[in-house]
């Protein structure tokens, strides 16, 4: 079973804006509800890859309520801890057309009381040896900055596996947790070490390696355009381009590709498998208008 924990979830609205202008009215040619949040993603992506698992957070108040039922609606079990007080956030996202490209607002999202996040840990007691536990996105008002790092104790010498997509600090502060697989982007990738964008393939590498020595297994570096770099623990070095295709969007891009590399793993045992289908869940998503489906994923699957 692959749990994944979403402390932030939304319901992400999407709208399609002809010509989008700051300060003018607007008006939407095509609009798009769907639940998100990066663990929420990973969860809804695996399952339509036909892989076991379950959606757990924080949800809160009427749009906590329209995402439990969505999920389960969509066959995704949840175990959400649900708060007193608060909403679960809704994040707008405005995709202009005529090359105008994304503009995303995203809300705060409910302050989370110690009593909810220890009902969370005790839910991930229950994991045993051969479950895998995704960790992604950001952190909600009123949890520590080391909340990744006390959930990956609190799993230790179970047998889980572990996987963490987050920026900056809250991906630097699980390395020593050694985490099976981390997966920056290119632009996180650069933030950690100081600097821009990493565009140089030995300088994306050798930032890689870096990572790995302080801790993290296996790295899955994705480059948008360029491709994907994994290196793993074994030491290969993969990289990936893309499938012919035209982008619709990239939200939700990285998500389907943590899940398609952790679909693909469950699948053959194999960091190769494993790095074709993340990077073919990826791609899909980027040609579709929403997270893409089992079926389109796999027909990409020969491109690559």
Not at 24 to 37: D, Y
Not at 125 to 135: C, K, S
Request: aromatic share 4%.
């Amino acid at each position: 079973m692959v749990y994944t924990v979403t402390l932030n979830p939304a319901l992400d609205y999407e709208v399609l804006v002809d010509g989008f202008r700051a300060g003018g009215l607007n008006r939407t040619s095509r609009e798009h509800m769907h639940f998100g949040g990066k663990g929420v993603n990973v969860s809804t992506v695996l399952h339509s890859l036909g892989v076991d698992t379950t959606a757990l957070g924080f949800v809160a108040g009427f749009t906590g309520k329209a995402l439990e039922d969505g999920l389960k609606a969509g066959g995704i079990p949840t175990d959400f801890v649900w708060l007193e007080e608060g909403l679960t956030r809704v994040n707008v996202k405005i995709r202009s057309g005529g090359g105008g490209g994304e503009t995303e607002i995203n809300s705060q999202g409910p302050a989370i009381p110690a009593p909810a996040l220890e009902a969370l840990l005790q839910k991930l007691d229950r994991l045993t040896g051969g479950d895998v536990l995704v960790l992604a996105g950001s952190l909600p008002a009123g949890l520590p900055g080391d909340v990744y790092q006390t959930i990956l104790a609190r799993v230790e010498g179970r047998g889980v596996l572990t996987v963490v997509d987050a920026a900056r600090d809250l991906l630097k502060g699980v390395l020593p947790c050694r985490p099976f697989l981390i997966k920056p982007n290119s632009a996180e990738l650069g933030e950690l070490f100081g600097k821009g964008p990493l565009t140089e393939k030995e300088e994306i590498l050798s930032c890689a390696k870096s990572l790995q020595a302080q801790g993290a297994r296996n790295i899955l570096v994705s480059l948008a355009g360029d491709g994907s770099l994994l290196l793993d623990e074994t030491g290969g070095v993969r990289r990936l381009g893309v499938p012919p295709g035209t982008v619709r969007h990239t939200v939700g891009a990285g998500d389907s590709m943590v899940a398609g590399f952790l679909a693909g793993w469950l699948e053959t045992r194999d960091y190769a498998a494993a790095h074709l289908m993340g990077a073919a869940a990826g791609s899909a998503t980027a040609f579709s208008d929403g997270l893409a489906g089992g079926e389109e994923i796999r027909s990409l699957l020969a491109a690559l």
